[in-house]
């Protein structure tokens, strides 16, 4: 059986979701088998096809562990869905910290259990150990902000020879001189930013494009998030934000048809709530002006494990982009970067997102 190696970049509660995914539906489980997936199959890959060889992180906690046991060290909070995980013989390796880890952590971890005991690891020694493990992919899962660190495995990745899949908002498939770096290398890219599978940006461009296509003028909208997971506690710091409000804003004004104003739109995480852990809560408005020119308002509240539901998009972009390389096709894949990210080079509205993306399973021509 053909198996979809790839190495992780951040061992987090999004990594965790996503390696308890893939040994949940690993076929064995009668109720588990398709509960939550947008596809059982992609080409001829499923879930528990993928596999993870490489990982790096810098947290003392989990450095030095095999990945199946890192994902369940602090900080990470997310739901253990899956009782049974299997070992995965990838070690957690020491990564480079950069600009992955904000200033403002060390407030909240007096013992900077967050950075590890030993020295960074090389550029050298991070590309020799994609090329030893035979990684075909690289997923990123730094902290929002990561700009630097995102660009430094970009990098490594394309210097190892690994296809990009980049889930968080640090601009690389939807920057051109990235895209064409993949694109040389004939090495398939996925990005920017992972929307969720039933996320706060989703049912938002859902509610506008609604009000778009029924006549009603949106006038104002909001939407505001918090989560006590520590991708909300790295945001605290207001300076990391600004390709995240990017991403999510862009996201929502790109269905909208004329753009709202910017005082007219506020769209980002708002606050850090420890207890609520891994849960976020998400609170939407909609003000709009319908027929008559009579108002109307929608208020929506959403409260969603977080990470499990960015794994549930994850784990079809990594098929997405093996198909693309056992295809022989490089540079930014649009379909999939339309409907699994954010902040893709190409937006589409969904629907036509979800229909250029099948067509490139079924294996018609990528546009």
Not at 53 to 60: E, G, L, N, P, T
Not at 211 to 218: A, D, E, S, T
Request: proline fraction near 4%; charged fraction near 25%; glycine fraction near 8%.
């Amino acid at each position: 059986m053909r198996k979809i190696r790839i190495a992780i970049v951040g061992v987090g509660n999004c990594a965790s979701s996503l390696v308890q995914g893939i040994n949940f539906y690993d076929g064995s489980s009668a109720d588990g088998t398709t509960i939550g997936l947008m596809h059982r199959q992609i080409g001829s890959y499923r879930p528990s096809d993928i596999e993870v060889v490489a990982a790096f992180d810098i947290d003392r906690r989990k450095v030095g562990l095999d990945v199946s046991k890192a994902i369940f060290s602090p900080p990470n909070c997310t739901k253990a869905f899956c009782e049974k995980i299997k070992l995965t013989g990838a070690i957690v390796k020491m990564g480079c910290v950069l600009d992955g880890y904000a200033p403002h952590m060390s407030d909240q971890d007096p013992l900077r259990t967050f950075l590890p005991l030993e020295k960074e690891s090389t550029r050298e020694e991070i590309i020799a150990e994609l090329k030893n493990s035979s990684a075909e992919l690289m997923i990123n899962y730094l902290p929002v902000g990561s700009e630097q660190a995102t660009r430094f495995y970009a990098g490594c990745a394309l210097e190892a020879g690994l296809g990009f899949v980049n889930n968080i908002p640090v601009f690389i498939a939807s920057d051109p001189r990235w895209s064409k770096r993949f694109a040389d290398r004939n090495l398939p890219l996925i990005g920017d930013d992972i929307k969720a599978q039933m996320g706060a940006t989703i049912l938002h461009r859902m509610l506008v494009d609604l009000f778009r296509k029924r006549g009603v003028k949106l006038v104002r909208t909001y939407q505001l998030n918090t989560g006590g997971n520590t991708d909300f506690l790295n945001m605290l710091n207001r300076a990391r934000l600004a390709s995240k409000k990017t991403s999510k804003t862009e996201a929502v004004q790109s269905v909208i048809g004329d753009r709202l104003a910017d005082e007219n739109i506020h769209i980002g995480p708002s606050d850090y709530v420890p207890w609520q852990l891994d849960n976020k809560v998400a609170f939407i408005r909609v003000e709009g002006r319908l027929f008559g020119d009579v108002p109307m308002e929608i208020d929506v509240k959403l409260s969603v494990e977080d990470s499990p539901n960015s794994a549930g998009v994850a784990i079809d972009a990594i098929r997405c982009c093996k198909l693309a390389l056992d295809r022989g096709i490089g540079g930014v894949l649009h379909s999939a970067s339309a409907f699994f990210s954010k902040h893709p080079p190409v937006q589409m509205t969904d629907d036509e997102a979800y229909r250029c993306v099948e067509q490139f399973i079924r294996g018609e021509r990528e546009s």
